[in-house]
């Protein structure tokens, strides 16, 4: 096996015999490679990215269990109005540009204008069966800009669109729960009383053809003030009608019974900043004015403190898979990682590639490589 080190201190043209020589030795001399596999499946990826290229590509290959990554939808500060797709790989530390989405139709977002001084135009995406789904913006007429969903598979590293939605709209309540993508409420080209009551779900993982099915609708249009994030939580949909620390409504949706339910008044009282449920089981919340994360007791009907951080004013969106919860920062200006599994929880952060503010994060497995560059360095 090829020394990983001698393939970085030597010169170019050497490092290029090492990684050719290193592609074609075995993974464990004197094991077929797919039995090596098996075995070096069971070794966390972290200990096999630092032992050698070979295991390195390994861990990337299509064939190997992805480990999980950080994905991110981010805005440049000079071009205002574009929008990037990102992955961070927690093996690597490094950032790496997604396949873009195809340019027909092109993908046009209003995310800021002169009369939302204070405030971005809000887009819209959710993660849900491992993979990125982005759903709802503002086009430049302020119509909406998505007339159906984009969808990013990571493990196929490409782009799809899904059904035509009934009412393409923007400012919605979007969540996911079971395998499916719940859009409630919203604005369409223009306020209409129906859309706002509207309920409207879409099986990602049916059959191909498969349309937007309408549901049960809302008593009342006072959820389309806003963008947003409606929780799966144990076979419900969960949301209230503003963000923040202001006075609100919460309801649920229950998805087996087709029926709106109140929400319970603990759960609605300590909703005071974004929210996300880890595998739907689990949910937590940032106080963004209180800068600490909290887990919801159901049993009680409470939330408990488990991290204080000034990392977590102002957050503005939450992602939770893996035992890790990722948190925009406000004015997207970062990302911090908060590991509920370990006691007293840990947080760190991630820090964006340059010029880069982050609209939204999301946690699915990684995307595979088909041929990993000859050093670490990111793409």
Same mark, same amino acid.
């Given at each position: 096996?090829?020394?990983?080190?001698?393939?970085?201190?030597?010169?170019?043209? /050497?490092?290029?015999?090492?990684?050719?020589?290193?592609?074609?030795?075995?993974?464990?001399?004197?094991?077929?490679?797919? @039995?090596?596999?098996?075995?070096?499946?069971?070794?966390?990826?972290?200990?096999?990215?630092?032992?050698?290229?070979?295991?390195?590509?390994?861990?990337?290959? !299509?064939?190997?269990?992805?480990?999980?990554?950080?994905?991110?939808?981010?805005?440049?500060?000079?071009?205002?109005?574009?929008?990037?797709?990102?992955?961070?790989?927690?093996?690597?530390?490094?950032?790496?540009?997604?396949?873009?989405?195809?340019?027909?139709?092109?993908?046009?977002?209003?995310?800021?204008? !002169?009369?939302?001084?204070?405030?971005?135009?809000?887009?819209?995406?959710?993660?849900?069966?491992?993979?990125?789904?982005? #759903? %709802? %913006?503002?086009?430049?007429?302020?119509?909406?800009? #998505?007339?159906?969903?984009?969808?990013?598979?990571?493990?196929?590293?490409?782009?799809?669109?899904?059904?035509?939605?009934?009412?393409?709209?923007?400012?919605?309540?979007?969540?996911?729960?079971?395998?499916?993508?719940?859009?409630?409420?919203?604005?369409?080209?223009?306020?209409?009383?129906?859309?706002?009551?509207? #309920?409207?779900?879409?099986?990602? $993982?049916?059959? !191909?053809?498969?349309?937007?099915?309408?549901?049960?609708?809302?008593?009342?249009?006072?959820?389309?003030?806003?963008?947003?994030?409606?929780?799966?939580?144990?076979?419900? @949909?969960?949301?209230?009608?503003?963000?923040?620390?202001?006075? /609100?409504?919460?309801?649920?949706?229950?998805?087996?019974? $087709?029926?709106?339910?109140?929400?319970?008044?603990?759960?609605?009282?300590?909703?005071?900043?974004?929210?996300?449920?880890?595998?739907?089981?689990?949910?937590?919340?940032?106080?963004?004015?209180?800068?600490?994360?909290? /887990?919801? $007791?159901?049993?009680?009907?409470?939330?408990?403190?488990?991290?204080?951080?000034?990392?977590?004013?102002?957050?503005?969106?939450?992602?939770?898979?893996?035992?890790?919860?990722?948190?925009?920062?406000?004015?997207?200006?970062?990302?911090?990682?908060?590991?509920?599994?370990?006691?007293?929880?840990?947080?760190?952060?991630?820090?964006?590639?340059?010029?880069?503010?982050?609209?939204?994060?999301?946690? #699915?497995?990684?995307?595979?490589? !088909?041929?990993?560059?000859?050093?670490?360095?990111?793409?």
């Amino acid at each position: 096996m090829a020394d990983y080190t001698d393939s970085f201190s030597a010169p170019p043209s /050497k490092r290029r015999r090492i990684f050719l020589q290193s592609h074609a030795l075995p993974l464990i001399p004197g094991l077929p490679d797919h @039995i090596a596999q098996l075995c070096l499946s069971l070794i966390h990826p972290s200990v096999l990215f630092s032992v050698c290229h070979s295991w390195r590509r390994l861990i990337y290959s !299509p064939s190997f269990p992805p480990f999980l990554s950080l994905y991110a939808v981010l805005t440049c500060k000079a071009y205002s109005d574009s929008i990037h797709f990102y992955s961070f790989d927690p093996i690597s530390s490094h950032w790496r540009t997604l396949p873009p989405p195809s340019p027909d139709p092109p993908l046009r977002i209003l995310l800021r204008h !002169p009369s939302f001084l204070s405030r971005n135009l809000p887009i819209q995406s959710i993660s849900v069966s491992g993979k990125l789904v982005l #759903l %709802a %913006a503002t086009a430049h007429n302020f119509y909406p800009a #998505l007339t159906r969903p984009l969808i990013f598979n990571p493990l196929r590293r490409d782009w799809n669109v899904g059904p035509s939605l009934p009412t393409p709209r923007r400012w919605c309540a979007l969540g996911a729960a079971r395998g499916s993508i719940y859009v409630a409420s919203g604005i369409g080209t223009q306020f209409s009383i129906d859309v706002a009551r509207s #309920l409207e779900k879409w099986d990602l $993982n049916g059959k !191909p053809g498969d349309i937007w099915e309408k549901k049960m609708g809302l008593k009342d249009g006072r959820f389309s003030r806003d963008a947003i994030d409606a929780v799966g939580w144990r076979g419900k @949909i969960c949301m209230v009608n503003v963000k923040g620390n202001a006075a /609100k409504e919460g309801i649920m949706y229950d998805v087996e019974n $087709n029926e709106w339910n109140d929400m319970p008044e603990g759960m609605l009282s300590g909703w005071r900043g974004p929210v996300a449920a880890m595998d739907e089981e689990v949910m937590y919340v940032v106080d963004e004015a209180k800068s600490a994360l909290r /887990k919801y $007791n159901a049993e009680n009907d409470v939330w408990e403190e488990l991290v204080q951080s000034e990392r977590l004013k102002g957050a503005e969106q939450l992602a939770a898979h893996g035992g890790r919860i990722c948190v925009v920062s406000a004015g997207g200006t970062g990302i911090s990682v908060v590991d509920v599994v370990s006691s007293p929880a840990r947080i760190w952060a991630v820090d964006l590639p340059a010029g880069f503010e982050a609209v939204a994060v999301h946690i #699915l497995p990684r995307m595979p490589i !088909p041929e990993l560059p000859e050093t670490s360095d990111q793409d």
